[in-house]
């Protein structure tokens, strides 16, 4: 399975942003999709994850401004960032993983990541 990540770049505090995330290879449409970040001096942090019925769940830094979907049909997974702040600048990376809990604890396969800078 490769990822493919895009769309990051600068954007300013209270616009919007979409990364999205595209799954080739031996992909599966049961699969959970991930997102992370990391920022410069940081850990890798979970941001949001999706399951194969479009169930999702968010940390809680981002809850309500971030939003994950997918077509399962274009294997395709977007990160629609709304009203993002400073300190959201990081590396997003996007994942996979068989199972919902998996995705958070133990990505299978990883994407390359994308640059996101947030100005205030």
């Known amino acids: 399975v490769q990822l493919q990540a895009s769309g990051g770049g600068l954007v300013q505090a209270g616009g919007s942003l979409r990364l999205t995330c595209a799954a080739s290879?031996?992909?599966?449409?049961?699969?959970?999709m991930g997102w992370f970040r990391q920022a410069p001096g940081k850990e890798r942090e979970f941001v949001g994850r999706?399951?194969?019925?479009?169930?999702?769940d968010y940390a809680d830094s981002v809850k309500g401004r971030f939003t994950i979907s997918r077509d399962i049909a274009k294997s395709t997974v977007w990160l629609q960032m709304n009203s993002p702040k400073p300190e959201d600048t990081a590396v997003y990376y996007c994942?996979?993983?068989?199972?919902?809990?998996?995705?958070?604890?133990?990505?299978?396969?990883w994407g390359q990541g994308t640059q996101v800078t947030v100005s205030s």
């Open positions: 994942a996979t993983a068989p199972t919902t809990g998996g995705v958070r604890t133990r990505p299978h396969y």
């Open positions: 290879g031996r992909t599966s449409s049961n699969n959970a």
């Open positions: 999706i399951n194969w019925g479009g169930g999702t």
